[in-house]
């Protein structure tokens, strides 16, 4: 029989082996994703101190040879929050590692994004990353990083700090990838695009290896309040999360842990629950046997007392914003917008809005041209299995006088504290009931706005049509009639097509 | 004789009515209202047979196109044009046929989606000033023949005065503008024998049917063209002389004849096309018992004409109709004029037609 070896891995070494799932699956979704991932986090890091991002990523060459596949290096540079020197290698040198565990609607919530983009370039080219990055205060620091992929910890190959005289606040990441850029590039400018149509209060600045130079600029220095953190609420709590949280807890008694370590839990539900769940408001926390917290977490998906979880910790873009950002993006002749009330997902709160735009400079196919959205970062991947896709292809357009041959964009956005991503590669949304039903709500509203702007737009044009007519037959008619008339002078017509105007009047 | 045929008094009379059409047209403009032009409808409900008349004629029913309407404004247009054209044509005494209508309009800057189109409007027109194209020079394509002695005196410019007579020419005279608007100045002729079918037009001059019968020949070439059936009515109202028509023994064949008779629905809104006194003298249904013709079956269609054809109130007017309708019915049969030739070549001629020419 054959001896079979056991191994223990570390997370860097499991996604690095496993970096399919969080996007890395070839040369050019490779290059793709470490644009994304680190143009994601400058983005979250301007965002919490509700600064409009200015962004400038710039991705050049190494190799001089024609090969598709080279390496490049990529330069991200944010005017974010910057990070403090003792996480910087943590941040960028441990897989896992992150500021966003807690529940805070943000881009990234893994803590693997930034890594896996680092450890792709390292494992490909062998070449540390460097990290510059000020809070804005006296010093800068700047870090070369590899990270020992077996034991999932950053080696600091150089360390440095910097008089920060300019009082410079931000963070610049500079790495070598290997990738084949033609082929991300489609993908990748598509990404720009839609991520300023998200964010139109962002400034993105790209320079490609060719040395050119796409510029995506803000048309607003609005920007909706930044998410607010929040305490899991019980809805939504695992037995994972549960001894989490006991090993962190300070509280002495069940009552006051309740209380104070989960949302929507006040001191009369804590008692109610409790009561609920047979168990004494003075129970030690840390005395609490496995079988009693398995109850608990059970329980507390039985009880009916909870309110719903409170979405003001939400981050939504709002109708403004969303209309601007899709003006910018798009320029269509028209849009309209739709923001649904808040709602919630095995406890965690989400709103969903949507946008739908028409004519312009939207192409006409022989599809919706859907573009989905989730805490304001664009999913360009599996778009097929995504609930909106679903969602939009059930639903009988006739009634709306829209169909899929005219030239419109659907613009679906969610945000949540947690969104129901499918994969850890955030392409698409999972068919959740919940979630399903305020899409297809927010799409109906929209859809009966463009259903009235068609209809009007019809009318119209409809309107102009029958007065062009009128302008073009009457003139003839009064040439030809006096011809036959044997008169001088053509009969004054003017006030005959006027009169067809009146009631056909255009705003 | 030749009283009525007085073209250039006849252009005036036109140019008059078509100048009105067009005055009334301006004055509404002139006076800030949409212009209508009020017509006798066409419609079939409007579209009688008047026993006295012995013809379809249109009833009291009017419509009115109104460019005020969206719909009616393309067709106003396309007939207040058509007015002015036909108005050129009769002024200068030009000619113009119905597929040059559908041209020249491109000239004009207006457009007809198609030939049927401008022919609708030319319709429109006669319905709307009460005179056929062929009054104010617009002609169909097909054109028929005729042979005999028959001098006419042309009117047409350039050869006011011209005379020629009909038997000149051994394949017949082309019946076209020139000769319908022509004067009859001259005839030996005591009747006029209309036949269907070129193949007999030709063997009847050869057989000089038209010095034997004392007759003016007339080639239809089947369903006989609206300006050849105004022809055959000056023919037999000015030389007062009968008209025996020739057809195949079929519902089709005595069709033919019953439009040169009483007319046609289409043609309601006009008079002087039809000669009601003429005679369908065969092939008839009894002709086939009674000379043994080589004979085909009847179709289902031909069946199924015959039925609609019973109905007809024209087919009311003689019993001959009725008796030959049931007799078709009954030995469901049907014969060619060239059925006679089992008999020889000359066995038409010889003997059946003066059988048939009383
Ligand atoms: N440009 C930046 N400015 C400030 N902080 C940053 C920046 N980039 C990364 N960080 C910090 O580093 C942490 C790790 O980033 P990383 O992208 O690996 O994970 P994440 O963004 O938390 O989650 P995800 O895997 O979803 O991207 C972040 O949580 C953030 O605190
Ligand atoms: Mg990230």
Known sequence: MAQSSFQEISASDFFYRNRDIAGFTNPSRAIFAAIRELVENSLDAAESLKIPPDIYIRLSTQSKDKKDEQVFKLRVEDNGCGIQPRFIPSAFGQVLYGSKYKLKQMRGTFGLGGKMAV????????????????????????????????????????????????????????????????????????????????????????????????????????????????????????????????????????????????????????????????????????????????????????????????????????????????????????????????????????????????????????????????????????????????????????????????????????????????????????????????????????????????????????????????????????????????????????????????????? | MAKKSNSTDKNKEIIGSLKRLGTQIYDQLENGVFPTINMPSRSIDNINYDPNLRQYVLGEKTVTRSSRNIRHLKPFTQLAWAALFSNELTFHKKTSTLRDVYYSAQAYNMTFKNQQESNNIITDLETAIGHSRE????????????????????????????????????????????????????????????????????????????????????????????????????????????????????????????????GSANAAHLRNLNTPDAKWSGVWASDIVKYKLPSDPLDDVDIKRLHELQKDPRYQEDPLWQKEIKTFLKIKRKAELEAYARYGLTYIVDEYLPTKLK
């Not at chain 1, 990270?147 to 300019?166: A, C, G, S, Y």
């Not at chain 1, 129970?283 to 109850?295: A, D, R, W, Y």
């Not at chain 1, 919940?434 to 019809?458: D, P």
């Open chain 1, 119 to 507: 450890l792709y370039g390292q494992i490909m080219t062998h070449k540390p990353a460097t990290i510059m990055s000020s809070t804005g205060q006296a010093k800068i620091y700047a870090f070369k990083l590899m990270i020992d992929i077996q034991r999932n910890r950053p080696i600091i190959m150089d360390r440095r700090v910097l008089v920060n005289k300019e009082k410079w606040r931000g963070t610049i990441v500079e790495f070598y990838i290997e990738g084949d850029y033609l082929r991300a590039m489609p993908k990748i400018l598509e990404y720009f695009k839609q991520t300023a149509m998200v964010n139109p209060y962002s400034n993105l600045t790209f320079v490609d290896p060719k040395g050119r130079l796409y510029k995506f600029s803000r048309v607003t220095t609005e920007m909706p309040d930044p998410p607010k953190e929040t305490l899991p609420h019980p809805y939504g709590v695992d037995v994972e999360l549960f001894q989490r949280l006991i090993y962190v807890t300070k509280e002495k008694n069940l009552l006051e842990f309740l209380k104070n370590h989960f949302h929507r839990i006040g001191n009369i539900t804590a008692q109610k629950f409790l009561e609920f769940s047979k168990l004494s408001p003075t129970k030690k926390p840390k005395k609490l046997s496995h079988e009693e917290i398995v109850t608990i977490v059970q329980n507390m998906k039985k009880f009916k007392e909870f309110r719903p979880p409170d979405a003001s910790c939400l981050s939504p873009l709002g109708q403004d914003l969303l209309e601007a950002g899709i003006m910018k993006e798009l320029n269509p002749e028209y849009i309209v917008v739709n923001q649904r009330k808040p709602s919630t997902y095995a406890g965690h709160p989400f709103i969903i809005e949507m946008g739908m735009a028409y004519g312009g400079e939207i192409p006409r196919k022989n599809s919706f041209q859907i573009y989905r959205f989730a805490n304001k970062i664009p999913l360009l991947y599996d778009e097929a299995s995504d609930v909106s896709y679903k969602v939009i292809n059930s639903i009988n357009w006739r009634r709306y006088k829209v169909s899929p041959d005219l030239p419109i964009a659907i613009v679906v956005h969610i945000c949540s504290t947690k969104v129901p991503y499918k994969t850890v590669g955030k392409e698409f949304i999972s068919d959740r009931p919940e979630v399903r039903r305020e899409v297809a709500n927010s799409l109906r509203e929209i859809s009966r706005k463009i259903h009235h702007f068609m209809s009007k737009r019809e009318h119209v044009n409809r309107e102009r049509k029958r007065i062009s007519v009128f302008a073009k037959y009457l003139p003839r008619i009064a040439e030809f009639s006096t011809n036959l008339a044997e008169k001088e002078k053509q009969p004054d017509i003017k006030k005959l097509i006027a009169s067809v105007r009146k009631y056909g009047e255009e705003e």
């Open chain 2, 135 to 262: 009054e104010f020079h617009i002609f169909p394509e097909e054109r028929s023949a005729v042979f005999g002695d028959l001098t006419i005196e042309y009117t047409v410019p350039g050869y006011e005065g011209k005379t020629m007579n009909l038997s000149a020419h051994p394949d017949g005279v082309l019946i076209g503008p020139a000769l319908t608007s022509s004067k009859f100045a001259k005839t030996s002729a005591d009747k006029i024998i209309a036949i269907e079918k070129g193949g007999l037009f030709t063997r009847f001059i050869e057989e000089n049917v038209h010095k034997k019968h004392n007759s003016i020949l007339v080639l239809t070439s089947g369903q006989a063209p609206r300006q050849t059936r105004f022809f055959l009515r000056r023919l037999s109202d000015e030389l007062k002389i009968p008209l025996f028509i020739f057809t195949d023994g079929d519902p089709w064949g005595m069709h033919i004849a019953m439009v040169i008779i009483s």
